[in-house]
């Protein structure tokens, strides 16, 4: 695993970095990712939630729990108000309405803690062939039924594939927003650029966090 200091040193010229987002903070040393960001003057922009197993697929209240409430302690060392989730895959022989129900039950169970820490939760994809949310639309209808002001959407964008008018589609409603990731990134592409102007001619105000094409994440 690179090191968080040298993966930032392995940025291109010309791309300053303002935030890191930590997939899994669990595999790192906190104190070293602590000194590394303020040696550089960055934020940490989002941190996975442990939710104590998939949503979809672990009926396990008290891990849940336990998972969110650490995750938080954690959110608060590094000054993050930021945290990523995805409801996990289906499980087999279950029915999909009764794991979404279960993803539902787990993501308002933890829309309180989210709320009392001030933190936001971004909602993303599964990528799983079994993935139980699989798409944008999916994912919004769940956001909307959790009706927490902490539960957001998190979009996951291609510059070589998200076209203007999906960009304007997906971002018409900025606020819904809580984090963009763009993966398969060439940093000096014309497409990169393109689309964050786009992205900014929306309105959003979020992260937009960036996956560099054949870099190792850290």
Do not use: C, H
Not at 9 to 17: K, M, N
Not at 119 to 134: T, W
Not at 166 to 188: H, T
């Amino acid at each position: 695993m690179a090191s968080v200091k040298a993966a930032l040193a392995a940025l291109p010229d010309g791309i300053t970095a303002e935030a890191v987002e930590l997939v899994e903070w669990r595999d790192y040393d906190l104190a070293i990712v602590e000194a590394a960001i303020q040696e550089r003057g960055l934020t940490v922009a989002a941190l996975a939630l442990d939710t104590g197993g998939p949503l979809s697929t672990v009926p396990d209240i008290d891990a849940l729990m336990t998972g969110v409430s650490e995750t938080l302690e954690t959110a608060e060392r590094l000054g993050a108000n930021l945290v990523t989730v995805t409801s996990g895959g289906s499980a087999l022989g279950g029915s999909q309405a009764s794991q979404m129900s279960m993803v539902l039950a787990k993501l308002q169970a933890a829309a309180p803690l989210l709320e009392d820490a001030g933190v936001i939760a971004a909602l993303g994809l599964d990528r799983s062939p079994d993935a139980l949310i699989a798409t944008v639309e999916q994912a919004r209808k769940v956001v909307e039924e959790v009706a927490s002001l902490n539960i957001r959407l998190l979009l996951d964008l291609d510059p070589t594939q998200s076209s203007p008018a999906e960009i304007d589609d997906l971002l018409a409603d900025p606020a819904s927003v809580a984090l963009i990731r763009i993966g398969n990134a060439s940093m000096d592409s014309d497409a990169l650029q393109a689309l964050l102007q786009r992205i900014e001619g929306t309105g959003y105000q979020g992260f937009v966090t960036i996956g560099r094409a054949g870099a190792t994440a850290f």
